[in-house]
């Protein structure tokens, strides 16, 4: 059984060429559709950026996952190029927290990073792209983004509890491009390994903590954007 469960890594490894990688013989994760939501996406930043790219997944189910194993395949959206990861090593995933996969790479890594797919992933993420989530050909989560800020990331709406299926709606995602006021010179830093904040606006006290340079204090707590 253990076998046949580990012949279809090996087999998309060999697909996408990951040869200089170590050798692939992981389990499948027990993974049910649904149970990993694609939350947050950070592409390519202009100006300064000390996170680089990133892609955040939520635990949706109610139980800790096994995440070695799982895969993750990028296709840009006009179908002309893709990228495939894995993730190697043992990673485990508690209900109801989130996991970050990013490009950077480190010992140890980057504070706001779980896993580095360097190894497998050599260009940026597509500024548009369909991210499909699996398990040993499974479809967990497939969520498709759109027009990735450079600066910040693009979030599903925080006003709702995190679901694959609700990740498959435009309208539901938006940009987070909200100051981080503790290292401001590191970039926007969006929300890994967090909970996003809403849609509806970022909330503020101060013009300097909005992109945007603006907060409007007509509403308490004051928003982002134009008084
Ligand atoms: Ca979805
Ligand atoms: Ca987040």
Not at 31 to 59: A, M, P, S
Not at 82 to 90: E, I, N, S
Not at 155 to 163: D, R, T
Request: hydrophobic share 35%; proline share 6%; net charge negative.
């Amino acid at each position: 059984m253990l076998r046949d469960s580990i012949f279809p890594i090996v087999l998309s490894a060999v697909i996408f060429g990951a040869c200089d990688s170590d050798p692939l013989e992981v389990p499948c994760p027990d993974v049910e559709v649904g149970e990993l939501v694609v939350t947050e996406v950070r592409g390519n930043q202009t100006g300064n950026d000390t996170y680089g790219e990133w892609i955040e997944l939520h635990n949706a189910s109610g139980r800790t996952l096994d995440l070695t194993g799982l895969s993750l395949t990028i296709t840009k959206l006009d179908g002309s190029s893709d990228a495939a990861l894995l993730v190697r090593t043992p990673i485990s995933l508690a209900p109801g927290a989130y996991l970050v996969l990013g490009r950077l790479d480190g010992t140890p890594l980057p504070a706001h990073l779980d896993y580095s797919y360097s190894a497998d992933v050599s260009r940026g993420l597509f500024d548009s792209g369909a991210i499909r989530v699996s398990s040993c050909g499974k479809e967990i989560d497939l969520a498709v983004y759109r027009n990735l800020p450079t600066k910040g990331s693009l979030i599903l709406n925080g006003a709702l509890a995190p679901s694959a299926d609700d990740n498959s709606t435009d309208i539901n995602w938006c940009v987070d491009d909200r100051v981080d006021l503790d290292t401001p010179i590191s970039g926007f830093k969006g929300s890994p390994k967090a909970a996003n904040p809403s849609c509806d606006g970022a909330t503020c006290t101060q013009d300097d903590e909005c992109a945007s340079g603006a907060c409007n204090l007509n509403t308490d707590p004051g928003v982002c954007g134009s008084t």
